[in-house]
T-cell receptor
């Protein structure tokens, strides 16, 4: 079974600063897909960024980037120039297939961005 | 992206009753999933809703408690049967949509917040 671990239940960061959220996972498979989802207080889950395990290059999406360390099974999310709107729960998720497979989620990290 | 709506957005129910949650997608999708998010917890997959066949349930979830329908490629329902306070959760549906020829992304509905008294 695949497991996803987020070891930081809560974090805070000041506006404009950079914060890194940690995620580790466990799988015996070689091909898989990793995601970070954001769930603001409004509850709608939003995809932040995705990483294919076969890609060595770390994914980036504007202020969001990942540090994907396949050997260490680590997938951290870096948020640069934090904004108040980044306040949310962040979930790391894993799936084995690019199509038609459900996601395994970590327990989440609650991020608070302060003025 | 995908536009997904869920009804109701929230409800308060008495124990022993049942509630049916609807999930509507703006276009046809192959895969639809139902998740449960208990208070302060992460998302747990309940089942995969298969069009034209029975849903596939995860360990710990059974059809008698969580019957699912998938009559077509844009709609699914989840029923929470014989509810108890332990069923108080947010229930979310999600769909897989192919954004590029090699990438499929899961999009989530807004969720249904259920409180069982």
């Amino acid at each position: 079974a695949q497991t996803v671990t987020q070891s930081q239940p809560e974090m805070s960061v000041q506006e404009a600063e950079t914060v890194t959220l940690s995620c580790t996972y466990d799988t015996s498979e070689n091909n898989y897909y990793l995601f970070w989802y954001k769930q603001p207080p409004s509850r709608q889950m939003i995809l932040v960024i995705r990483q294919e395990a076969y890609k060595q290059q770390n994914a980036t999406e504007n202020r969001f980037s990942v540090n994907f360390q396949k050997a260490a099974k680590s997938f951290s999310l870096k948020i640069s120039d934090s904004q108040l709107g980044d306040t949310a729960m962040y979930f790391c998720a894993f799936t084995l297939s690019n199509s038609g497979y459900a996601l395994n989620f970590g327990k989440g990290t609650s991020l608070l961005v302060t003025p | 992206s995908a536009v997904i709506s869920q009804k109701p957005s929230r409800d308060i129910c008495q124990r022993g009753t049942s509630l049916t949650i609807q999930c509507q997608v703006d276009s046809q999708v192959t895969m639809m999933f139902w998740y449960r998010q208990q208070p302060g917890q992460s998302l747990t997959l309940i089942a995969t809703a298969n069009q034209g066949s029975e849903a596939t349930y995860e360990s710990g979830f059974v059809i008698d408690k969580f019957p699912i329908s998938r009559p077509n490629l844009t709609f699914s329902t989840l029923t929470v049967s014989n509810m108890s306070p332990e069923d108080s959760s947010i229930y979310l549906c999600s769909v897989g949509r192919r954004d590029t020829w090699y990438q499929e992304t899961q999009y989530f509905g807004p969720g249904t917040r259920l409180l069982v008294l």
